[in-house]
Structures are given as structure tokens and as C-alpha cells.
């Protein structure tokens, strides 16, 4: 067939190679389900995180009490419930800081799959 091409002239012109297509769609990396799930996570360590700043406020007023101790028993008293009222208003304070980043972040995560729903409404 091949010497048919080289003989024949008019083959030539009939038979050219094709151009390739070229596309250029935005490649979604992430699926809705996957956006939701990162969030998850990191409203998880968002949250764990705060559980560990509490954990460690609270081991800090253990140890001004175990300081406190040797002095006089009013004093010791009043000192540790100083110490413990300042650690758990900054219990609090990160308790509500964790509070309004994960309605935050479960905000955007609503607004995300929305918006894939509607790109995949869009697209079908």
C-alpha cells in the first residue's frame, strides 16, 4: 500500500495526517465528598487541638498549686483558686475560639458542595 502513496500523487493530498484536539476543561481534583472530609479532619485537629490547650492549662494550674503548697494554707488557698478560675476562663476563651472556627469551617464546606452541586447541574 505504501508504494501506492509514493506513486500516486493524488493519495497524497487525500491522505494527511490529522491535527490532535486540543481541550482545555479545568480538571477537578477534589470531589465534593473529599472537600467534605477535609474539612472534617481539620475541624477534628481544629477541636483536638483545643482539647490538648486545655489538658496543658490545667496540668500549669496543678503545678502553681504543687508551688503554692509550701505556703501558708490561706494564702495556698487562695492562690490555687486564682490559678484555677484564670484556667478555665482560658478553657472558655478556646472552647469558644474552636466553637466559631468550626461553624466557619462547616460554613465553607456548605458553600463548597453547593457549588460543585450547581457546576455539576451546569455541566449534565
Given at each position: 500500500m505504501y508504494f501506492l502513496y509514493r506513486t500516486q500523487p493524488a493519495l497524497r493530498s487525500l491522505t494527511r495526517p490529522s491535527?490532535?484536539?486540543?481541550t482545555s476543561t479545568a480538571i477537578q481534583n477534589k470531589s465534593?465528598?473529599?472537600t467534605v472530609k477535609d474539612t472534617v479532619k481539620t475541624l477534628d485537629r481544629k477541636a483536638s487541638d483545643a482539647a490538648v490547650s486545655g489538658i496543658e492549662t490545667a496540668e500549669q494550674a496543678a503545678a502553681k498549686a504543687r508551688e503554692i503548697a509550701g505556703l501558708k494554707t490561706e494564702e495556698a488557698k487562695a492562690k490555687t483558686e486564682?490559678?484555677?478560675s484564670q484556667a478555665s476562663s482560658k478553657a472558655q476563651e478556646?472552647?469558644?475560639e474552636t466553637k466559631g472556627k468550626m461553624y466557619?469551617?462547616?460554613g465553607k464546606a456548605k458553600a463548597t458542595a453547593e457549588e460543585v452541586k450547581?457546576?455539576?447541574k451546569a455541566n449534565m
Open positions: 491535527s490532535r484536539l486540543f465534593a465528598t473529599e486564682q490559678a484555677a478556646v472552647k469558644h466557619e469551617a462547616e450547581a457546576k455539576g
